[in-house]
């Protein structure tokens, strides 16, 4: 988390871009580094948990301007 995502979420949100971060899809050397960074980048994007991406047998993927639902394919 505090590395990779930190970085790619810094750079997003650098380019206006709506930013959520999973946070229980991403993971750090040790949970102190973890919960940091989350409490880091809290400050510039939604910090979410997985639960939140499925939605009726749908991926959620979410752009700058709105949120588009791609149907999940089995």
Same mark, same amino acid.
């Given at each position: 988390?505090?590395?990779?995502?930190?970085?790619?979420?810094? !750079?997003?949100?650098? #380019? *206006? =871009?709506?930013?959520?971060?999973? !946070?229980?899809?991403?993971? $750090?050397?040790? &949970?102190? %580094?973890? %919960? $940091?960074?989350? &409490?880091?980048?809290? #400050?510039? $994007?939604?910090?979410? +948990?997985? !639960? =939140?991406?499925?939605?009726? *047998? $749908?991926?959620?993927? =979410?752009?700058? *301007?709105?949120?588009?639902?791609?149907? +999940?394919?089995?």
């Amino acid at each position: 988390t505090n590395w990779a995502v930190h970085s790619a979420v810094m !750079e997003a949100h650098d #380019r *206006d =871009f709506k930013v959520n971060v999973i !946070e229980d899809a991403c993971a $750090a050397a040790n &949970e102190t %580094n973890h %919960n $940091a960074s989350i &409490e880091t980048l809290s #400050r510039v $994007a939604s910090i979410i +948990k997985i !639960e =939140f991406i499925w939605c009726n *047998d $749908a991926y959620i993927i =979410f752009t700058p *301007d709105n949120t588009v639902i791609i149907p +999940k394919i089995i």
